[in-house]
């Protein structure tokens, strides 16, 4: 029998199988992808994001947001605790049974061993070619060939140009310190520019916070790690005095 790995571990998994459940409707699914894409810490495995937030990142209403997570949790993909809604928001964690589904599949992947070319497929003769002394093959010019050739404009053209694609970012509320101070460690660990240097400071609806890509900085072998160093060195080096935004992250195409 598996043994149920740490989510951050089968998150991949448990993403195959929620978009797999036939039983699911469309706004149940999309609710719980927001939120284990966008919210869910991979220490903690849990989050905290309130109706009105996932809302407002879905494009549906408080109610349908509400029908949504009670369907998650009847059908075993969330285990809820109901917060007040006064500084205390519902919190949302992957169920056990749904990470011990994911562990399994995972199991079943990491046993795939592949062949050794030398080992697997078919045999097949080798196949040989005569060649001269002087290298190559000799053969008489195909004129036919020289006929139709036509020139391709994109020999002998220029690199394309890296295409953008923005960072989305949410805002972290300066009392949330052990989020904050996790942020500072991890940008230290990369040696980037730390929150000042930045200038991810700001304030919204009165109150003062960072402007950070996520609310959490991103586990040891998350594909968002390399995204968001780029991110910040790109930030850290832009020599902006503006306050911090949205910047562009260059992705080769």
């Not at 195959?16 to 939120?35: G, T, V």
């Not at 309130?50 to 349908?64: C, H, R």
């Not at 969330?78 to 949302?92: P, Q």
Request: aromatic letters at 8%.
């Amino acid at each position: 029998m598996s043994v149920s790995r740490p989510f951050r571990e089968v998150k991949l998994q448990w993403l195959q199988q929620l978009s797999c459940d036939k039983q699911l409707s469309d706004s149940a699914r999309s609710i719980a992808l927001y939120i284990i894409t966008t919210h869910v810490n991979g220490h903690t495995e849990k989050a905290w994001p309130s109706y009105q937030t996932i809302a407002e990142a879905t494009g549906k209403s408080v109610k349908t947001i509400q029908r949504g997570v009670r369907e998650l949790e009847l059908k075993g993909w969330f285990e809820i605790k109901r917060g007040n809604g006064v500084g205390h928001n519902t919190e949302y964690r992957p169920s056990a049974a749904s990470i011990l589904r994911a562990s399994n599949a995972r199991e079943k992947t990491d046993k795939i061993v592949p062949l050794h070319p030398r080992e697997g497929g078919q045999n097949r003769p080798v196949r040989r070619s005569d060649m001269s002394s002087e290298g190559g093959q000799i053969c008489p010019p195909n004129l036919e060939k020289e006929k139709i050739y036509k020139f391709n404009g994109r020999e002998g053209a220029p690199p394309r140009k890296e295409a953008r694609r923005a960072i989305p970012l949410v805002f972290l509320d300066e009392r949330k310190a052990k989020q904050i101070s996790l942020w500072r460690a991890w940008l230290h660990r990369y040696g980037l520019p730390s929150l000042e240097a930045v200038r991810a400071r700001t304030m919204r609806s009165g109150r003062f916070g960072y402007d950070l890509p996520g609310y959490w900085p991103p586990d040891d072998g998350d594909v968002a790690t390399l995204d968001w160093i780029a991110f910040f060195q790109r930030c850290g080096g832009s020599g902006s005095t503006k306050t911090f935004e949205t910047i562009e992250l260059l992705e080769a195409s």
